[in-house]
């Protein structure tokens, strides 16, 4: 099974940047899928940016330009680089990934503020 631990939320002016991490680990990794999605009060969960095994990336329409989703292969980690951040952006922002033999996971969500 596979565990995600995640880091780098915190408050941020408009305009400014923050930098999300994921660490996985367990057993028999083989990780063909990670992904950020955020979930902000009231609203549905809803995707970010994923990255597949073979380097295919997804953003949604919202972040494009401003954010990046980015892997160590080496250490199972993923990273989500955002950039002129806006106040719609706060959310709690979730990891997931999908392994070959090791099952789908979740993190526990860190917070991301976005205000004056």
């Known amino acids: 099974q596979v565990q995600l631990v995640e880091s780098g939320g915190g408050l941020v002016q408009p305009g400014g940047s923050l930098r999300l991490s994921c660490a996985a680990s367990?057993?028999?990794?083989?990780?063909?899928?990670m992904g950020w999605f955020r979930q902000a009060p009231g609203k549905q969960r809803e995707l970010v940016a994923t990255?597949?095994?073979?380097?295919?990336?997804n953003y949604a329409d919202s972040v494009k330009g401003r954010f990046t989703i980015s892997r160590d292969n080496a250490e199972n980690t993923v990273d989500l680089q955002m950039n002129s951040l806006k106040p719609e952006d706060t959310a709690v922002y979730y990891c997931?990934?999908?392994?070959?033999?090791?099952?789908?996971?979740w993190g526990p969500g860190t917070q991301v503020t976005v205000s004056s």
């Open positions: 990255l597949t095994s073979s380097g295919s990336t």
């Open positions: 997931h990934v999908r392994t070959v033999a090791a099952g789908t996971g």
């Open positions: 367990g057993n028999r990794l083989s990780i063909y899928f």
